[in-house]
């Protein structure tokens, strides 16, 4: 085991071999916990990194503008009705019973942010979290109106213009038509978005709908628009326990330390060696591509949100410069510190960590689909009469009464047939074919006799059989049979 | 009316809110400081475990006033709402008033529908899907503890689906039924019957009104003793709606079947209760149920009407 084991990535030089027992300041002083915030200028960048991610802005925000707009049969593919309770996933019908999906859906999201995570560090948020899109699609619109990080500095700093605030006033236009369209399709996941739509154009929205779309639209304008890194840096929860995922052998975005420093400004022609100096260049790019702000180089920092943004812009630099690219790269900290080759680095992703994340996410995933595909197309729930425990009729049968409610989870009338098993002779007495609108669901009461020769008094467990004549599929149901004392 | 026995808890309320609410500002400002290292590399100067020390990473000053609005909030909230003891906050909001609100503007939303039930015919309303599903829910609420929630009763307690009505099964009679309930009363019959073995005889009789079976002789025997029953069943046993007497020719058996079930009824007699519905439900809410338990009976009918 390598000694430099301990060494956190944090690494502040020791405070007496800087300033020496006595010197003045190293007591510290009384400062505010708090201080107020500045604006961070984040600068364009190309490159490999920036290319996925608008990749992945692109596939997400299709897949979310888009989703709602999608036509399955006579309906919206995929809405979410609060109101009656019925969830349509294409051609799936879902009630709220089918709560477990759900759970099955959250558990196989987090089990893949942990395997991300730990294979190659914060890729959710450096990709595809919606705090991160939506700030690049901000700072993208912001860039058309207003110009790169250098020419809004130099804006902000002056003193108010006619082009300052017509400049402002466009960005913020074009902020608020982005998060209200936003708004209006996340509420369109509830509401049939089409209705909806024409609600809008005669201006008769719910309370309700407008608020969500207000609601949603704002949060999208105030967290991409202006809060941005401070979700991630003081908010996002996330964050903060990304960091027990990382091993040494999690891919990170990393300055190379030896190769770079000493750092140094220097002409394109000199001889870095010469001068004594290492290949950073010291022209503080990757500084200002960065959109949390920090600075690569003093090591892996719980802001970073691993987007590579320095590392896109340190290889346009290292071109220009003629060096070799991969000062700032993704890579383990094993490789940088042990000197790995690539293929050395990608063989040390198969680690116990990772299988364990991959092979527990593998068994959910195929568990659910086969639930899904398993899956009956009704259900049924059966509760015994509260105010009729047991009654004599006719001759002498004994009958029970159930209330027994049959839900309808396909698109089309279903027609169920009813029987019951456990006791010698017991039967259904009333209808025994039942049917059930599409996707509705129904209260039925059922009556059950049985002979009085076979009774034994007392309560007998029973099962109701439901076989669904239209679709495949038959439930069973269980209850009791309750027989009166003579 | 006050929630405290006597008003030193009002008062003791309302101080420790109060100085709870200064005691999170002043915690807020207390804690607000902090001694760091800025001369030099931006830690506190706390170390553990021999190199891991603590940075200075000051959170945004918007994140404070955050906390700051936070408690302007509960104050002016105290002051509108009721919280601070016995104040009842400027603007009178009580949990009571609040429910009664929602209460009438329930009952305001569906006035109309009941206003256009009470308009239409009992009949008509039956075949009306939406009243019928209204029905449903009020017979679910209010009759099926007894009745069962298929109406078709038990033991001492009338099936309503099965077109034997013991006081006539007129809409405006069920309606009758559930304004004032109904009382049933069954004299104990013994001593005017005769002897014991009279008794037997006329519970004979009795089930051979129907067909059911039974000993024809001492049914025979049983028949001159029955007229003492014929005031309220009728001579023929059929009954008689106007005072509620079943009839006894149906083979229907409300109180249960067989000569001892007759026998019982005959010596010891028996009251049965419907209670009054008028006091729980509306008027109008009694209309729908009223067509609601006669569509049971009457299923043909109220779909061709």
Redesign the interface.
């Known amino acids: 085991m390598p000694p430099e084991r301990?060494?956190?990535p944090?690494r502040?030089?020791p405070?007496a071999a800087?300033?020496g027992e006595g010197a003045?300041?190293?007591?510290?002083?009384?400062?505010?916990?708090?201080?107020?915030?500045e604006t961070i200028y984040p600068r364009s960048v190309s490159g490999l990194f920036s290319r996925w991610r608008w990749a992945m802005v692109v596939l997400t925000q299709l897949v979310f503008y888009g989703l709602p707009w999608l036509e399955w049969g006579q309906r919206q593919a995929v809405l979410f009705d609060l109101g009656a309770r019925r969830f349509y996933i294409f051609g799936l019908v879902l009630y709220p019973q089918d709560f477990i999906y759900l759970t099955g859906l959250l558990v196989i999201s987090a089990l893949s942010l942990f395997l991300f995570t730990a294979v190659a560090g914060r890729l959710w948020c450096g990709y595809a979290c919606p705090q991160t899109v939506y700030t690049e699609i901000f700072l993208w619109i912001e860039k058309q109106v207003e110009g790169d990080r250098s020419a809004r500095m130099r804006r902000d700093a002056q003193p108010l213009s006619l082009v300052w605030l017509w400049r402002k006033s466009a960005k913020h236009g074009l902020w608020l038509a982005v998060a209200l369209w936003t708004g209006f399709t996340f509420v369109g996941y509830f509401t049939p978005v089409r209705e909806l739509g024409r609600e809008l154009m005669q201006a008769s929205l719910s309370a309700w709908e407008l608020f969500w779309t207000l609601f949603y639209g704002f949060a999208t304008y105030g967290n991409a628009g202006f809060m941005r890194e401070?979700v991630c840096k003081?908010m996002c929860p996330y964050a903060r326990f990304q960091s027990a995922m990382f091993d040494r052998d999690t891919l990170i975005v990393t300055y190379d330390q030896a190769r770079g420093e000493p750092r140094g400004g220097r002409s394109r022609k000199a001889d870095p060696e010469a001068l004594r100096l290492g290949a950073c260049v010291d022209c503080s790019l990757c500084v200002q591509v960065c959109p949390t702000g920090i600075d690569i180089r003093q090591g892996l920092q719980y802001e970073c949100i691993g987007c590579g943004a320095c590392a896109d812009v340190c290889d346009t630099v290292m071109d220009k410069m003629g060096y070799s690219r991969g000062l700032v790269k993704y890579t383990t900290e094993n490789a940088m510190s042990l000197g790995w080759t690539r293929a050395q680095t990608l063989h040390h992703v198969l680690r116990p960590r990772i299988l364990v994340y991959a092979s527990v996410l593998g068994a959910i995933v195929v568990a659910m689909l086969v639930s899904l595909s398993l899956r009956t197309p009704f259900k049924v729930d059966v509760v015994h009469?509260?105010?009729?425990?047991?009654?004599?009729?006719g001759?002498?049968q004994i009958?029970n009464?159930y209330?027994m409610q049959l839900m309808n989870a396909t698109e089309s009338a279903q027609h169920y047939k009813l029987s019951v098993k456990g006791l010698p002779g017991l039967a259904i007495s009333?209808e025994p074919l039942v049917s059930v609108a599409a996707t509705q669901s129904r209260w039925v009461?059922v009556?059950v006799q049985m002979a009085p020769e076979n009774a034994v008094p007392g309560s007998h467990p029973i099962r109701f059989e439901i076989d669904s004549l239209d679709a495949e599929g038959h439930l069973s149901e269980r209850s009791v049979f309750l027989v009166p004392q003579p | 009316m006050s929630d405290f026995t006597n008003n030193f808890w009002s008062v003791f309320v309302t101080v420790v809110t109060l100085v709870s609410i200064v005691a999170c500002l002043l915690l807020l400002w207390f804690?607000?400081?902090?001694?760091?290292?800025?001369?030099?590399?931006?830690?506190?100067?706390h170390v553990w475990d021999g190199?891991?020390?603590e940075?200075?990473n000051?959170?945004?000053?918007?994140?404070?006033w955050l906390f700051v609005l936070t408690v302007i909030f509960a104050l002016i909230y105290l002051a509108l709402y009721p919280g601070l003891g016995n104040y009842a906050g400027t603007l009178g909001w009580t949990s009571t008033g609040q429910h009664q609100a929602e209460l009438d503007k329930g009952n305001a939303e569906v006035a109309p529908l009941y206003a256009k039930f009470t308009a239409m015919a009992p009949e008509a309303v039956a075949a009306d899907p939406q009243a019928m599903a209204i029905g449903e829910r009020l017979f679910m609420n209010n009759c099926?503890?007894?009745?069962?929630?298929?109406a078709?009763?038990?033991?001492g307690?009338p099936n309503l689906t099965d077109t034997d009505w013991l006081h006539g099964g007129a809409p405006v009679t069920i309606k009758e039924t559930l304004i004032k309930g109904r009382m049933g009363n069954m004299p104990p019959m013994a001593a005017a019957v005769g002897s014991p073995e009279d008794v037997r005889n006329v519970a004979q009789y009795v089930l051979s009104l129907s067909g059911s079976p039974h000993d024809s002789l001492q049914a025979a025997l049983g028949k001159p003793k029955f007229a003492v029953c014929s005031a309220c069943h009728g001579a023929d046993g059929k009954g008689n709606p106007a005072l509620g007497a079943p009839n006894l020719s149906d083979d229907i058996w409300l109180h249960?079947?067989g000569e001892t079930a007759i026998l019982a009824m005959i010596n010891n007699g028996k009251v049965n209760q419907m209670p009054a519905q008028a006091d729980k439900l509306t008027e109008a809410q009694i209309h729908v149920l009223a067509s609601y338990v006669w569509g049971f009976s009457n299923k043909g009918l109220a779909a061709t009407k």
């Open positions: 301990k060494v956190i944090i502040p030089e405070l800087v300033v003045p300041g190293v007591n510290g002083e009384m400062i505010s916990l708090y201080a107020s915030h401070q003081h009469d509260r105010g009729v425990a047991a009654r004599i009729v001759a002498g009958e009464v209330r009333s009461a009556r | 804690t607000g400081k902090a001694r760091a290292m800025t001369a030099t590399d931006n830690t506190t100067g190199d891991l020390r940075m200075n000051p959170l945004p000053r918007w994140w404070a099926a503890q007894c009745h069962g929630s298929d078709r009763g038990s033991k307690i249960g079947y």
